[in-house]
């Protein structure tokens, strides 16, 4: 009963790591992903071409990106950890920089991968979503520099990791409110003072974002963390944990604040399938199943 309830609170994990995926049914969550067959990789070297063939025509050097990971559908989420895609990247072009917890060390750290590698944290290799968020020149370019400044991306690394943060707390962090973060650091000109994280929430609280709501809606999943190292319950307000709700920074939220924010942004998504893939702009998401409409533009994968 445990595993089950742990398994479904980790479901409501909200962010899911690039360097590790919960499986299906284990605790093992850090370090292990989906074992793939070369067809698979291949199909995800594939779609990752196809994606960065788009942020090579976007002329902007910085892109919003998100992946599916674990599925958290029933809470009603498609994606699940977010970074940002940089061109300049010292790695390689379009690296995505993010947050990722080190298991081996039991710390969270700041990472550089390659798009193809950012792909393979999927939790289907059959299925796949990825979204893309371009913002104007201006924009992007602040953000650019910040995020490509290691002392700022380090600033704004919270040395506790939860993965399920409180959006408004500053005791941990998740992946995606480190992004978050880094983005009012970028766009508030949060730079060299002490206390940067919580000058970061003040600028996004003013500005209106709104993080993700997630009802659990079991009280006995709320407590499973406690099984969990890197879930935590003592940083949410009594309230939400007595209504069994979290309120977290997930890629949903992020990429809403950016819409209102910046008017001018521009939204691609992409999904695979063992078959073909859709590229789908606008902000409108693609139909479950990887299902194309009628102004999209399908792929085919299969030779």
Not at 79 to 99: E, I, M
Not at 194 to 220: F, T
Request: glycine share 8%.
């Amino acid at each position: 009963m445990i595993a089950r309830a742990v398994r479904a609170l980790l479901l409501a994990a909200l962010c899911a790591m690039s360097w590790g995926a919960c499986r299906a049914g284990t605790l093992q969550y850090c370090d292990h992903q989906a074992a793939l067959n070369a067809e698979q990789k291949d199909r995800l070297f594939r779609f990752g071409a196809i994606i960065k063939t788009e942020l090579e025509n976007s002329g902007v050097p910085l892109a919003l990106v998100a992946r599916s990971g674990l599925d958290l559908s029933r809470f009603g989420m498609r994606y699940s950890h977010a970074g940002f895609s940089l061109k300049a990247s010292a790695n390689t072009p379009w690296s995505v920089r993010q947050l990722y917890y080190a298991c081996d060390e039991r710390r969270p750290r700041i990472f550089d991968q390659g798009l193809s590698g950012f792909l393979l944290g999927t939790d289907d290799p059959s299925i796949g979503y990825v979204s893309v968020v371009f913002m104007p020149a201006a924009e992007a370019g602040e953000l650019e520099r910040a995020a490509l400044d290691n002392g700022r991306a380090l600033q704004l690394l919270n040395t506790a990791y939860s993965a399920n943060a409180y959006a408004w707390g500053l005791e941990y962090q998740n992946c995606n409110q480190w992004v978050v973060e880094m983005l009012a650091a970028a766009w508030g000109r949060i730079d060299g003072v002490e206390h940067a994280r919580a000058q970061a929430q003040r600028w996004l609280a003013e500005r209106g974002y709104a993080p993700s709501r997630v009802e659990v809606g079991n009280r006995g999943l709320m407590w499973a963390g406690a099984f969990v190292p890197w879930l935590h319950n003592d940083d949410h307000p009594s309230d939400d944990i007595e209504q069994m709700v979290y309120r977290v920074s997930m890629p949903a939220s992020i990429e809403g604040f950016v819409r209102a924010t910046v008017p001018e942004a521009s939204r691609i998504e992409f999904c695979h399938t063992e078959r073909y893939v859709v590229v789908h702009r606008g902000w409108e998401p693609i139909a479950e199943g990887c299902t194309p409409g009628a102004q999209d533009t399908v792929i085919t994968l299969v030779d």
